[in-house]
């Protein structure tokens, strides 16, 4: 028990929250592994706490139960507002939600509107079919460093593993290992069988811890993004070929390698992150 509110089974039956595919609904009815996911993002005294997709709130009950001083909750699913409602009488000023998509919304933003001023961070059982896409998006934001301290998200393990990868580990090193590595230091903290959630998924998911690098090495993110984009789109390919399909027309790509001081012949995934990072700092001089 970590606080007097009904059973999330009896809350999602008596608002009727039959989970739905189209919105990556997999819902966490164990508090206690909800308290787990929480206490990683701690301590949370003060924090104030963006979380994407609480659906019925398990995890928003945790963060709030484990002392975040704010909660800003973003769902877009209308059917889940009113169960919010109830854990916001619980918890009077301490949290804040906020129906719509987390796509169309800046996190920064709103810890800014509705935040405490301290520490924020963002802590999440994400929608699994736009998760990568939020963490880009999140990691790509300017100006850097955020106002987040640190990210705890729930991803599928093959996600985590992508997110986590460095060019050792070729099969999972990619533009989301590139970009995360960048400017953050993650890892993965703990795993959680599919039986863990209702429904359960078809894979195991992890909890990926993101602490932001106060100073990453300096480059444009949309470039950063390009290159990665085009090497790894092609990445059996050599980059002088694979280089190619950067939206820079009459780019001289044997230019832009040698400028970044890599041969032509290397492959994507042999490329560490400065690497890139040259190429993008490359690509800004050259386009
Ligand atoms: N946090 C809850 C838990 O752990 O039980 C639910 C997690 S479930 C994996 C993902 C949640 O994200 C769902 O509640 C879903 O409605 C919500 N969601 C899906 N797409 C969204 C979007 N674009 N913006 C905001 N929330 C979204």
Known sequence: MIDDLPPLREVVARHGLMA???????????????????????PLEGATVIEIGPGPGGLTRAL?????????????????????????ARYPGRLVIVEGDALALDPAELARLHGLGGPARICANLPYNIATELLARW????????????????????????????????????????????????????????????????VTSSVVELIPNASPLPCDPKLLSQVTRAAFGQRRKMLRQSLKSLPKPGLDVPALLARAGIEETRRAEEIDIGGFVALAQALAVLS
């Open 20 to 42: 739905s595919k189209a919105l990556g609904q997999n819902f966490l009815f164990d508090l206690n592994l909800t308290a787990r996911i929480a206490r990683a993002a701690g």
């Open 64 to 88: 709030l139960a484990e002392g975040a001083g704010r909660v800003i909750a973003v769902e877009r699913d209308s059917r889940c507002i009113p169960a919010l409602r109830e854990i916001e």
């Open 139 to 202: 990691i790509e934001a300017e100006p850097w460093p955020s106002v987040f301290d640190r990210y705890v998200l729930m991803f599928q393990r093959e996600v985590a593993e992508r997110i986590v990868a460095t060019p050792a580990q070729r099969a999972d090193y990619g533009r989301l290992a590139v970009l995360c590595g960048w400017r953050t230091r993650s890892r993965i903290l703990f795993d959680l069988s599919p039986s863990a959630f209702t429904p359960p998924p078809k």
